[in-house]
T-cell receptor, first 111, second 114 residues
Framework: KNEVEQSPQNLTAQEGEFITINCSYS?????LHWLQQHPGGGIVSLFMLSSGKKKHGRLIATINIQEKHSSLHITASHPRDSAVYICAVTDRGSTLGRLYFGRGTQLTVWP | NAGVTQTPKFRVLKTGQSMTLLCAQDMNHEYMYWYRQDPGMGLRLIHYSVGEGTTAKGEVPDGYNVSRLKKQNFLLGLESAAPSQTSVYFCASSYSLAWANEQFFGPGTRLTVL
């Protein structure tokens, strides 16, 4: 049983397309994180949110706490957006502030 | 600031050999974590540390040991490597057990055990 589920697993898009990646979770959370992992590279944090919506450049993250669901949107996608996008949640019930990770969504954007 | 660094970046071991992975952070973070990442699976917590001199087991601790003798360093040891430990290992750190717990990740170490 995975506490965090992402969809789709793989996503291919043409440059300029609008992209949505979804994340559902089953635990009570204090925050949800969207992370980006480039091939051969490390993992960087894109967003950390606990309610509403956040925007950074062409990236938008939304969360619906009642439905236990978050989406990551990329507007006007570009080949440099090609990466694995990982959803993670901070377990509210954990004294460690334990993170649970989704399996990731592999995004490929073609020129 | 270098952030979180890991050495080595790549390593190939034979079954039964031992090695130590080093993680260093220069952000004065209290909390440090070791994860492994395997194909088709999310990151899984191996061990963690909530401060200098303290360590604890995570989700998949078997076959690994850790030490945190200095606040800035977190070492992950494999005493007798097994092929099942072939993986990419990530170290992370965070400032505190704040409610949100934003973690900063190192670049990863790709380990192959033959």
């Amino acid at each position: 049983k995975n506490e965090v589920e992402q969809s789709p697993q793989n996503l291919t898009a043409q440059e300029g397309e609008f992209i949505t990646i979804n994340c559902s979770y089953s635990v009570g959370i204090s925050a949800l994180h969207w992370l980006q992992q480039h091939p051969g590279g490390g993992i960087v944090s894109l967003f950390m949110l606990s309610s509403g919506k956040k925007k950074h450049g062409r990236l938008i993250a939304t969360i619906n706490i009642q439905e236990k669901h978050s989406s990551l949107h990329i507007t006007a996608s570009h080949p440099r957006d090609s990466a694995v996008y990982i959803c993670a949640v901070t377990d509210r019930g954990s004294t460690l502030g334990r993170l649970y990770f989704g399996r990731g969504t592999q995004l490929t954007v073609w020129p | 600031n270098a952030g979180v660094t890991q050495t080595p970046k790549f390593r190939v071991l034979k079954t039964g050999q031992s090695m130590t992975l080093l993680c260093a952070q220069d952000m004065n973070h209290e909390y440090m974590y070791w994860y492994r990442q395997d194909p088709g699976m999310g990151l899984r917590l191996i061990h963690y540390s909530v401060g200098e001199g303290t360590t604890a087991k995570g989700e998949v601790p078997d076959g690994y040991n850790v030490s945190r003798l200095k606040k800035q360093n977190f070492l992950l040891g494999l005493e007798s490597a097994a092929p099942s430990q072939t993986s990419v290992y990530f170290c992370a750190s965070s400032y505190s057990l704040a409610w949100a717990n934003e973690q900063f990740f190192g670049p990863g170490t790709r380990l192959t055990v033959l």
